[in-house]
């Protein structure tokens, strides 16, 4: 009746080849997935790390009588072609606000326009037969050149690609999590402090809970309308602003930092509490003396994270407007203000192709910030880990 | 604009009336103090409560005279509001420096003032859900007042824009009405969701089960935190990823294979969002599969069974309830996401079968209602909300739904876990 | 058995405190299911086995006693290689079994466990239901295919495990549902389903109710017609009620092995002696 072990492993040879092909199936996928993240970012990476160079052409500039009513005289016509027009424009202000100018001449570094640009960088371009012999010929001797773009950090946005940059938007994304983290951050560690300290377990309490489980999972786009019902159209907040924007996604990011403080709250050992207790402690005193202490790097590192979502959330600002057109730096929290991942949006629908460049560039840019903060956070929990 | 002097005078006000309930206060009970009788309180406790009692009847005021002037439209100045609440702020004051006894309960009284402010602060959570669930149902009532609810399920035409076309002298393309069925674009949702399943549950099973399983100890701690990056890729970018790189790929491999694809094709979005929704499924599997008792592995092992026909026939199984739960989290969420296929997908309502074309989803058609140039009372401003309606009820019956499986199935194991 | 093998055999024996190696004590039903020899383990640094010598006879009940943490329960384990889910375990020695060792890098231990089967301390029935729950392994095993086949051998393997009247109206309900007692006999069902030679069980009554553990007991009486049963119990009584041979395990060595009869009635060593009189333990 019993089999001895060597009819029992025959039996068994199709079995474990059948069984073996688990494991290697399962280990493609987490293969493919890996696959998935590398190809992402060495393709934003390929697309990105070029917006980081511009094309710069020198150029003759002529401070004559034209040019200050209209910039492109002040150059030659041939070269003011691949000039950029942003700098045209600022000619005859240039002029006007410094009046020796005029009648001058001078050799500057100036941008030169995306079409210029994008021709060095061997893309698409609409730059004509004549136009292309003559940036060669001037790459050749040196007068174009791509450097840092450091137009890209100290711009806001523009219709004009090469003049385009992220720093309105990083602005206006600081004054947006200033709001957020000013109102979720309290609202939030209240909540907690109260779920997991003082409320009783009841009815109320539950509703509370399963009520954040569910916020959590709530479409973003959702929180959206609630901001444009409520907050624009009812409190009469000001549309597009980092205010509207800010308490939008400090809504959203309450169920983050309530969740987050809960548990830390929860790895502070009652033996703390008693502790306290046993000195006289009020419940409350307990709390804000001894626990919320210990339980702060876990607090924090759950807001740095909840923040890090905010910072990426785009589709309840497009719906509270933070889609503007934002030329100008501006520090303010009720004027129009756009947020880079909104940059990021309206870049990508720009028909330019120099402008999916810009996209990619804003997409690193973010990225750097949201690995830095996850980053941080991380860091904080390791240094901060403790075994009760 | 012209309040806002007035609010910073208010706030002034209110600083200083505050500090003066704090300093007058703790002076008051310090003497009681020094006189030798013994107090329930510190003097601090004396002073923050006279704080308490100076700002916050004074604060309680002027936000309900804000809300008010703002829910039922009724004009108080706001001067002599702010002025009425400084006035409640002094007589707080004064009631709060008087309270400074001997047999004053000052700490209890902050406590439980305290304690009814993290009330509050709990409370707003759930505002948050009936501010949504409001903002939502009010103007989709305004919305099904213009059109029948039943077209709305039902139809199969979304045609917004069709009274332009009347208006133009076009009548007879677009039919006599703007039509709003909203079938195409559910249509749409649920292809793009199907889709992105597809790819998100097989690979985020399977990583899962190859991490909690398979996978050497150094290479799990390597490999989630990995896996965990792509959930924190914003939308956005997954947009852009979609549109710019995965599009035109699609458009090429089935132009490859003769078929005809659109650049705003369905695949795209669809595998670009299941990438995204991949470590959900993983580490939410990952977390149920880890949770299932080790005894139960130990069972089948011990029978004479290997190790994957254990995986599959009894741990998986085990997990089950778990597994579904994260698939319709993940599946709530794909739904309602929104940036892929604002930039991915297409803007025609499309009812097809074929993912090559081009379709449109809910929530497209959701912010390219509200961001239009469009009268916020319009038909088509108000067809988001509706939309949105429904997104928020399929959303919240699948997050429920999810909830109370893994709920049960955390139960079941503890039970058996003793 | 060849000449080198009994030298080392008594070599081994002579090793050990016990008095009266019971390889020797010999009787028409003692024929040896399983060889140990020098067996030590370690979990990393420490070592939890020490020098391990142990004969286990055919269809009889060998029962494991010792104080908790003395190393029963991963000898226990050692038999059908469930250590080897433990990374951080090692181990050296012979554990022979039908003529091969059981540790041999050739021995495929899901084999070795096909033929030497398990029963836990807390009973862990498959999230399935009772009839699958029987039925599941030895269809893997190919040892059933019909359906018809599948009926008779999971209502053989119930009946011996004593459950078939508790169960046979509700087969198909999940094997979760039954009481703590019967679901420890139903994972005894799921073990002798798939007709092992050796059934190891670790400690199982120690979760279940008095009138369980009597049952449980019987049915290891029973069983033993049938299957070698080794055990490991802290329960004096029940290792003096039900097994044939008892083996008294202390710090990771085997202080005493001796037929049931005399470890409990004159037991050779000190420290068997204490343990057995409730001294310590």
Redesign the interface.
């Known amino acids: 009746m019993n089999h001895s072990f060597d009819e029992i492993s025959a039996q068994l040879k199709k079995r474990h080849r059948k069984s073996a092909r688990l494991k290697w199936i399962s280990m493609g996928a987490l293969g493919l997935a890996g696959l998935f993240l590398v190809l992402f970012f060495s393709d934003m990476l390929n697309k990105g790390l070029p917006a980081f160079q511009q094309a710069y052409i020198q150029v003759e500039v002529d401070y004559n009588e034209d040019a200050t009513r209209m910039g492109r005289a002040a150059m030659d016509r041939e070269i003011s072609s691949l000039v950029s027009r942003s700098f045209e424009r600022l000619i005859p202000g240039m002029i006007r606000d410094n009046p020796d100018l005029l009648g001058t001449s001078e050799q500057r570094w100036v941008l030169a326009n995306s079409q210029v640009d994008q021709y060095l960088k061997g893309h698409r371009n609409k730059l004509s037969e004549e136009e292309r012999a003559r940036v060669d010929e001037l790459a050749e001797s040196g007068q174009v050149e791509l450097k840092f773009n450091t137009t890209f950090f100290t711009n806001g946005d523009s219709k004009m690609a090469e003049s385009a940059g992220i720093l309105a938007a990083v602005v206006g994304t600081v004054m947006t999590m200033l709001v957020t983290l000013a109102i979720a951050f309290p609202i939030g560690v209240m909540t907690a402090v109260y779920l997991e300290e003082f409320a009783p377990d009841n009815r109320l309490t539950q509703l509370i809970e399963i009520n954040i489980n569910n916020l959590a999972a709530i479409p973003s786009i959702l929180f959206g309308l609630l901001g444009l019902a409520i907050f624009i159209n009812f409190f009469g907040v000001p549309r597009s602003s980092p205010l509207v924007g800010g308490m939008t996604l400090a809504l959203m990011t309450l169920p983050v930092i309530i969740i987050a403080t809960r548990t830390a709250l929860r790895s502070v050992p009652d033996s703390i509490r008693h502790a306290a207790f046993g000195v006289g402690c009020s419940r409350w005193q307990a709390v804000r003396d001894h626990v919320l202490p210990l339980a702060m790097p876990g607090i924090m590192t759950g807001s740095i994270i909840g923040l890090a979502q905010a910072m990426g959330e785009t589709a309840p600002l497009i719906i509270v407007g933070m889609v503007a057109f934002i030329p100008d730096v501006g520090i303010s929290f009720t004027n129009a203000a756009t947020v880079m991942p909104a940059q990021v949006f309206t870049w990508a629908g720009e028909p330019e192709r120099a402008f999916v460049e810009k996209t990619a560039g804003g997409i690193l840019v973010l990225l750097s910030i949201l690995i830095a903060l996850n980053a941080t956070a991380v860091v904080l929990r390791k240094k901060f880990e403790r075994r009760w | 604009m012209q309040t806002n002097p007035l609010l910073a005078l208010f706030g002034g006000a209110l600083l200083l009336l505050g500090l003066i309930a704090f300093f007058i206060g703790r002076a008051k009970a310090a003497r009681v103090r020094a006189a030798g009788v013994a107090m329930h309180a510190q003097p601090d406790q004396y002073a923050w409560f006279a704080v308490l009692a100076t700002a916050g009847p004074a604060l309680l005021v002027s936000a309900l005279g804000a809300f008010v002037m703002?829910l039922l439209g009724a004009e108080i100045p706001v001067p002599y509001l702010l002025a009425g609440s400084l006035i409640i702020a002094a007589l707080g004051l004064m009631f709060g420096i008087n309270k400074a006894k001997p047999d004053f309960h000052a700490?209890q009284a902050i406590?439980r003032v305290?304690?009814w402010?993290?009330?509050g602060?709990?409370?707003?959570?759930?505002f948050?859900?009936f501010?949504?669930l409001f903002?939502?149902v009010?103007?989709a009532l305004r919305f099904f007042q213009m059109h029948s609810f039943w077209d709305f399920i039902t139809g199969t035409v979304w045609n917004p824009g069709a009274s332009f076309l009347v208006a133009a002298g076009r009548g007879d393309e677009g039919g006599a009405a703007a039509q709003f069925g909203s079938v195409p674009l559910f249509a749409g949702t649920f292809m793009i969701t199907a889709i992105a399943m597809l790819v998100a549950i097989?690979?985020?099973?399977?990583?899962a089960?190859?991490?909690s399983?398979?996978?050497p100890a150094r290479v799990r701690t390597f490999?989630k935190p990995?896996?965990e990056?792509?959930a924190?890729?914003?939308?956005?970018?997954y947009?852009?990823?979609a549109?710019?790189?995965v599009a035109p790929i699609i458009v090429n491999v089935a132009g490859f294979f003769g078929l005809d694809a659109s650049f705003n094709n369905a695949v795209a979005p669809g595998l670009v969002m299941g990438?995204m929704i991949?470590?959900f499924i993983?580490s939410l599997s990952d977390d149920v599969i880890n949770s299932v008792?080790d005894?139960?592995?130990?069972?089948?092992?011990?029978?004479?069974?290997?190790?994957?026909?254990t995986?599959?026939?009894?741990v998986i199984?085990?997990a089950l309830p778990g597994i579904i739960s994260a698939s319709l989290?993940a599946v709530?969420?794909a739904?309602?996401?929104?940036?892929i296929v604002?930039?991915a997908a297409g803007m025609r309502p499309n009812l097809t079968a074929n993912p090559l074309e081009d379709m449109t989803t809910v929530?497209v058609r959701?912010?390219a209602a509200?961001?239009g140039d469009l009268e916020?009372e319009s038909a088509e401003t108000l067809s988001?909300?509706a939309l949105?309606l429904v997104?928020?009820a399929v959303?919240?019956s699948l997050?429920?739904v999810?909830?109370i499986m893994i709920r049960r199935f955390r139960e079941?194991y503890r039970v058996?876990n003793l | 058995m060849n000449m080198q093998v009994a030298e080392r055999e008594s070599n081994a024996m002579s090793s050990q405190q016990s008095g009266q190696p019971v390889t020797r004590n010999d009787s028409a039903n003692h024929e040896l299911s399983i060889r140990v020899r020098d067996l030590n383990l370690w979990y990393g640094q420490n070592q939890a086995l020490k020098n391990i010598s142990l004969d286990i006879f055919q269809k009889n009940v060998t029962a494991l006693i010792g104080p908790s943490g003395c190393g029963k329960s991963t000898f226990l384990r050692c038999l059908n290689r469930m250590n080897d889910l433990i990374p951080s375990v090692r181990t050296e020695g012979l554990v022979e079994m039908d003529g091969r060792d059981v540790n041999d890098a050739r021995m495929d231990e899901v084999a070795l466990r096909r033929r030497v089967g398990m029963v836990f301390q807390k009973p862990n029935p498959f999230p399935k239901s009772i009839f699958e729950n029987v039925a599941y392994a030895p269809r893997m095993h190919d040892l059933v295919s019909r359906k018809a086949e599948q009926e008779e051998l999971v209502e053989q393997a119930l009946r011996d495990a004593g459950l078939w009247n508790e169960v046979k109206d509700k087969l198909h309900q999940p094997g979760t549902s039954l009481s703590g007692g019967q679901q420890q006999r139903l994972c005894i069902a799921r073990a002798i389903a798939v007709k092992p030679d050796v059934i190891l069980m670790d400690e199982p009554t120690s979760a279940l109710d008095p009138i369980s553990t009597a049952t449980i007991e019987d049915l290891m009486d029973k069983l033993k017609k049938q299957f070698t049963i080794v055990t490991v119990t802290h329960n004096m009584q029940q290792a003096a009620r039900v097994a044939d041979y008892t083996a008294f395990f202390h710090l990771g060595e085997v202080i005493e092995y001796n037929d049931t009869k005399t470890m409990f009635s004159n037991p050779h060593t000190k420290k068997a002696e204490d343990y057995i009189t409730g001294r310590y333990g």
């Open positions: 703002l700490r406590e305290i304690g402010i993290l009330i602060a709990a409370l707003i959570s759930i948050t859900t501010g949504i903002s939502i009010f103007e097989p690979v985020g099973l399977l990583s089960i190859y991490m399983e398979f996978a490999a990995t896996l990056v792509l924190g890729i914003p939308t956005v970018v947009g852009f990823f549109a710019i790189t990438i991949i470590p993983s008792p005894s139960m592995r130990q069972g089948s092992l011990a029978l004479g069974m290997t190790k994957s026909e995986i599959r026939d009894v199984p085990a989290l709530s969420r739904l309602g996401e929104t940036m604002v930039m929530t959701i912010v509200l961001t916020f988001a909300f949105g997104l928020f959303t919240l997050n429920l999810s909830v079941k058996n």
